[in-house]
């Protein structure tokens, strides 16, 4: 009982203490999260005596983050996805309230088990809230495109606008976002012959132009390996110096 007196007084004495910082989101709440306050920057965090009041901190800084999955393109084609973005927290009463579990108490503790717990919560609001928007909003998007001739700027751009409407609502606004797709062997085999169909026939060169491909499609591989070439046994071949016969 003195035990959890002593680190309750500490945590009072320690909130009592601190100011808010410049680069933080610092918000307060007396109910146990069900209201929030944000503390100006410069403003001592209030002082709370009851379990349900305390602070915490959310960064007011530019965050990165990624995210990896599956795209249908129009004809059903699959295609990996691979989109890197940064986002920043614009509204931190909205983002606690669509992510609860960011308004843990003590938060803002400098202890190392609290910061990974922080971190976790940050990534998990992450995964669950802004991962979540771009793949609904890119999957709306890609299937309306055509793999052969799609303009991927175009395609960020729609994404990028499309991902912050719906984010605005839970606090969140995504600053940059860049999208990589990623065709498996078999599409980018096809992408390959319809950008070199497209090639020949701007050179008024169509006919021959299949038939190079045709060609192309048709010959066998030949794998050539150095070391077996150099191991065999050459003995029986002619030596075309040899002049003495």
Known sequence: MKLALAALVLNIILQGCAYSHASMWNLSTGDCGKSWRVIPAGEALPAFKGVCGYSISLPDSPLSGDTDFKVNFKLKVIAELKSAFTYRIQDPISYVQNARFLGKPNANNADSTTANSQVNSLEIAENTIIDK???EVTSKVFIEQDITDYD?????????EETNRMLKA??????????TVIPDTQTKTALDVVSASRIYEAAGLKAEGAKIMEAKASAPSFNFNPTTFNNQDNSKEPNALDRSN
């Open 152 to 160: 991927l700027q175009k395609v960020e751009s729609v994404v990028l």
């Open 170 to 179: 839970k606090g969140i606004s995504i600053d940059f976002i860049a999208l």
């Open 133 to 135: 928007t771009i793949r």
